[in-house]
């Protein structure tokens, strides 16, 4: 069957141009797959999108995938920040497990970009390939994947698409996720997390922290003149007020939290509260389908992994469609899709299941909970072969 007569017959089908999205869009730039994506937001948001309030922390891996799809070397460097050192303290302690870039053998551990400047390049880099049409403001009704040559996605807008592949990166709360049937594993810590940027008097040194205090976890992430963003994991309750709190109590409250630890500080901007959810797929892949980025694997934000394990996945999946092309085999096939899953599943549980094992640990008040949280980060920056199996996480 020659699929490609028609204008909305394409090789593989994105739904959701989120970042994820986007960047497997973007991987297949200089090739001759046909690709469509699909997304519900209008085009002049995905030109110019609003600060949400996440400052990305990248891998050096996924400043390299970025690297690689033309998009890095247009954001520029004056809005990219290097972390030179993370530092995790627990309760009123003042010991700490540190990670040194001097311990990576790299000249940082990462970087640190804001989320709307990372979805504003990827756009312009989708925009500029010729291989991919993006339908937007339209969502998607119903995926049908009973036929054995191809799959069949009906949108909100009326189009119907037919593909060799749907690939479905639209969020945590992924409906095509839903629409498929796929269940998932589904962690509500019950918290919510209130990001925001600030100023401060003292400055960072270009070193991240974490503060395991007891009733709340407060972060900070190295920015640009002496910003940083500001993280604090709280109760609902307590989320709700520090929302509403007028600027100058809130700007005194985060002071407060830091134990003075920055000096003065000072609110820029917004502030925004995500609920703290978690969401493991129970599978990547079906018939003629499959599942990548937060839509896959929803981490906790706490040990920022979320977006670089996406880029990962969309590696992985890329890798294994551009190898079944070389060896003409229809990449929509299970034997390729269930490599994909495999691969991606091997290299995220156990970030997934140590970063829900850590925040548990660290949010638990009981008294055995307390005596572990400062032994482990003890365990971890003594015993070398953990603490390199942390550090590799980050090459
Ligand atoms: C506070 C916070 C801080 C974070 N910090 C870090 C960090 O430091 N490092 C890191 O690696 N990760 C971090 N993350 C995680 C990171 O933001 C996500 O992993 C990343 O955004 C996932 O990208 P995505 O494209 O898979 O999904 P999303 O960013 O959720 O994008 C999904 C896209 O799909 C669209 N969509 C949804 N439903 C539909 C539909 N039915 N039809 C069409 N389109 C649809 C949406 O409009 C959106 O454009 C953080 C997350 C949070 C909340």
New binding site residues.
């Given amino acids: 069957m020659n699929l490609k007569k028609n204008k909305m017959i394409f090789d593989i089908a994105i ?7 986007i960047a497997f869009a973007c991987s297949f730039a200089k090739t001759n797959m046909k690709i469509a994506i ?4 209008s085009k002049t948001i995905l030109a110019n999108p609003k600060i949400d ?6 891998t050096h891996r996924s400043a390299d995938i970025l690297k690689e799809l033309n998009v890095w070397q247009n954001i520029p460097a004056r809005l990219i920040t290097t972390i030179k050192e993370a530092r995790v303290l627990n309760g009123n302690s003042k010991y700490f497990l540190d990670f040194t870039h001097q311990e990576l053998q790299k000249e940082c551990l990462g970087y640190l970009i804001p ?1 709307n400047l990372i979805r504003k390049y990827l756009y312009k880099r989708l925009t500029n390939l010729t291989n991919v049409t993006l339908v937007d403001e339209a ?2 009704i119903s995926i049908d994947t009973n036929n054995n040559e191809y799959s069949s996605i009906q949108l909100s807008n009326g189009e119907k698409i037919k593909t060799s592949l749907v690939v479905a ?4 709360f992924s ?2 996720r839903t629409l498929m049937g796929i269940s998932a594993f589904i962690h509500d810590f019950n918290k919510n ?1 209130i ?1 925001c940027r600030m100023k401060h008097e003292k400055p960072h040194n270009n070193i991240a922290y974490e503060f395991f205090r007891y009733t709340q976890t407060q972060a900070s992430l190295p920015y640009i003149n002496k910003q940083s963003s500001i ?1 604090t994991t709280v109760s609902k309750e307590t989320s709700k007020s520090l929302m509403k709190m007028n600027n100058k109590k809130f700007n005194k409250e985060m002071q407060n939290n830091f134990s003075n630890f920055f000096g003065k500080m000072r609110l820029i901007g917004k502030r925004y509260s ?1 609920p703290m959810i978690t969401v493991y797929s129970k599978k990547f892949v079906a018939r003629r389908f499959a599942l990548i ?3 896959a694997v929803g ?1 906790h ?1 706490v040990t ?5 394990l ?1 880029l990962k996945g969309l590696e992985i999946i890329t890798k294994e469609i551009k190898s079944a092309i070389d060896r003409k085999i229809d990449f929509g096939l299970p034997l390729v899709l269930q490599r994909y899953q495999s691969k991606l599943h091997r290299a995220a549980i156990p970030i997934y299941l140590s970063t829900n094992g850590i925040v548990s640990l660290y949010t638990n008040t009981s008294i055995p909970a307390m005596l572990a949280r400062q032994l482990v980060l003890r365990a971890v920056n003594k015993i070398k072969p953990i603490k390199q199996t942390f550090l590799q996480v980050l090459r």
């Fill in positions: 739904i959701g141009a989120g970042p994820v999205g699909i997304e519900k937001q309030g996440r400052e990305i922390a990248l989320n969502s998607c990166s639209d969020s945590r409906e095509s997390m990001v993280v995500y980025g937060d839509a981490m934000p920022a992994h979320g977006f670089n996406g």
